[in-house]
């Protein structure tokens, strides 16, 4: 994301507003987030901190972020006593720093259409944690979405989280900046952060963001931008990379399964509901912006995306976004634009019908994208952010030709529709903790 670090000498104007909104300042009472009468009121967590991943018909992925200072016991147990018990592998993951460990937990064996406990237990057998789960149908039907971005958990705040809990997605695709690694507190932003202070990031997060403590869980798949990689704006010169990719994937649980396919980086190819979701990897290979021979995916990872599309119904996810040359933000179109010119036309070569999810720029948007670029009409679904620096208004600062519908509150995107070789369709609602912004129908579709 490019703007001004957060230096109380130095504020853009964008961070000066998303602090106000942060304080709950005199501004509450002008703007149309005044409706919002408990802003960033929170309730005591309890428990610990789960997150369920990858899943399928028959496994489902988890971490848990525990205290090294006790044993802790895994369960996993269905809620009828007829189905059988399910499979459990679990590993931990730990550094001398610190006093929470994360243990990764893959259960196999699950039964499509129960519910199963996953519970944590202390040394003396005690329940302390207690949630729920299932399995996860991947054929194609109809299915419901959920798009996040930029989780500041400094920022915070459980009422846009009962919302999300509200709408009982079938999964959520994070895209990018689900920790702010490079801000230790809200004023104070470490431009380098180094491994320890990342893990401690990851882990202050995992310990206070509502969504991780959800009595029902929701099956996450999740990819980086600049903030949970490194520092602002970081590219492939970063030289933490193989240190955060480590902390990166034992945070998030999304290892290998046959619908889930790993790719360069950080990247996955997730494939499901009758379509092919490409979570890509926008920082480890990303050169300098503005140069001739410049990319944001990198040649390798590019050449791995071409070769495994086909011609379906297709999702290209990245942190930054795509068709973002109308803003001075981080986008493929504006920093990287021949590289950008060169990939749509590989994508129009492939027959796939594709589609566009990002992030990043702390508004959200929908984006009709013309026949000219792909062969036919697409969109570009934009979502940011659910808890991180905005104002009302900050999406009109930016005159977007493609664009249909926007806002500024804090937010996150739900879509609801179907996926099909030669039609995508679905509608999608932006949901704020109070009120809801816009919403709208989206199609791709051959000639």
Request: glycine content about 8%; proline content about 4%; some cysteine.
């Amino acid at each position: 994301m490019r703007h001004a670090n957060l230096h109380f000498m130095n504020w853009s104007r964008r961070d000066f507003f998303g602090w106000m909104l942060a304080s709950g300042a005199a501004l509450k009472s002008t703007f149309s987030f005044a409706r919002d009468k408990k802003t960033f009121a929170e309730s005591p967590k309890t428990g610990f901190s789960i997150l369920q991943g990858m899943t399928d018909e028959t496994s489902a992925q988890f971490t848990i972020v525990l205290p090294k200072a006790t044993q802790w016991t895994v369960q996993i147990a269905p809620d009828k006593a007829l189905v059988p018990v399910p499979s459990l592998q679990r590993t931990e993951f730990s550094r001398d720093f610190s006093g929470q460990a994360v243990h990764k937990i893959f259960a196999g064996n699950l039964v499509l259409g129960e519910n199963y406990f996953l519970r944590v237990l202390n040394s003396d057998g005690d329940i302390k944690d207690e949630r729920l789960f299932s399995a996860l149908d991947l054929s194609p039907r109809k299915v419901k979405l959920a798009l996040v971005s930029c989780a500041m958990d400094h920022l915070h705040r459980d009422d846009i989280w009962r919302r999300f809990k509200d709408q009982k997605p079938d999964m959520a695709l994070f895209v990018g900046d689900n920790v702010y690694c490079d801000r230790r507190t809200l004023g104070e932003v470490v431009a380098i952060p180094d491994p320890q202070l990342i893990w401690e990031r990851y882990v202050a997060t995992r310990q206070r963001v509502a969504f991780y403590f959800q009595k029902q869980l929701t099956p996450v798949l999740a990819i980086w931008d600049d903030h949970d990689f490194g520092g602002n704006d970081s590219d492939g010169s970063f030289p933490f990379t193989k240190e955060v990719t480590e902390i990166f994937n034992t945070f998030f649980a999304q290892s290998a399964r046959p619908s889930l396919v790993e790719g360069p980086g950080i990247a996955r190819r997730f494939s499901a509901f009758g379509a092919d979701f490409f979570m890509l990897d926008g920082r480890t290979f990303r050169g300098k912006p503005n140069l001739k021979a410049g990319t944001l995916l990198g040649l390798e990872q590019e050449d791995w995306l071409i070769d495994s599309l086909n011609s379906r119904s297709t999702w290209l996810l990245s942190g930054s976004m795509f068709f973002g040359a109308y803003g001075d933000f981080e986008s493929f179109e504006g920093d990287y634009g021949p590289a950008f010119a060169n990939l749509l036309n590989r994508v129009r070569g492939t027959g796939a019908l594709a589609g566009f999810v990002s992030g990043d720029v702390h508004f959200s948007e929908i984006m009709d994208i013309e026949p000219a670029k792909l062969g036919y009409s697409t969109f570009e679904l934009v979502t940011s952010s659910i808890h991180s620096f905005t104002f009302p208004g900050h999406h009109d600062r930016y005159q977007n030709p493609r664009r249909r519908e926007a806002d500024s509150n804090h937010n996150f995107l739900i879509f609801e529709g179907e996926f099909g070789d030669n039609l995508m369709k679905g509608h999608v609602t932006c949901w704020t903790s109070g009120f809801d912004p816009f919403d709208g129908e989206v199609l791709a579709q051959r000639p």
